[in-house]
């Protein structure tokens, strides 16, 4: 079992910036897959970026790309989502989550385990 917390997130206005936060506990394995997913309301949920966590290679959604930057930090288990120059299109319901294939995927089925999910909202 992999347990992941999320934190960051809230409110901002267009253009600003925001970090979110995904800490990974319990059965961790340097050879998963970490990303980062959003649903806006009424939509489905689609993938946003994601990192291998034992080479750091990296995959970002061509709607983010340039924006977005997906992260991580080894020691403390934790893969960040950097959102700059946020569009009220980027209003969503954000989640990480771990892929134990350890391939870079964007299904969201492919995915194992999930984090709460926490609002982003930009306003205009």
């Known amino acids: 079992q992999v347990q992941l917390v999320e934190s960051g997130g809230g409110l901002v206005q267009a253009g600003g910036s925001l970090r979110r936060s995904c800490a990974a506990s319990?059965?961790?394995?340097?050879?998963?897959?970490m990303a980062w997913f959003r649903q806006a309301r009424g939509k489905e949920r689609v993938f946003a970026a994601a990192?291998?966590?034992?080479?750091?290679?990296?995959y970002t959604a061509d709607s983010v790309k340039g924006r977005f930057t997906i992260s991580r930090a080894n020691a403390k288990n934790t893969v960040y989502l950097q959102m700059n120059s946020l569009k009220p299109e980027d209003t969503a319901v954000y989640y990480c989550?771990?892929?134990?294939?350890?391939?870079?995927?964007?299904?969201?089925?492919?995915?194992?385990?999930w984090g709460q999910g926490t609002q982003v909202t930009v306003s205009s």
């Open positions: 989550a771990v892929d134990t294939s350890g391939l870079i995927r964007r299904g969201v089925y492919e995915y194992d385990y």
């Open positions: 319990g059965r961790t394995y340097r050879y998963y897959t």
């Open positions: 990192i291998r966590w034992g080479s750091g290679i990296t």
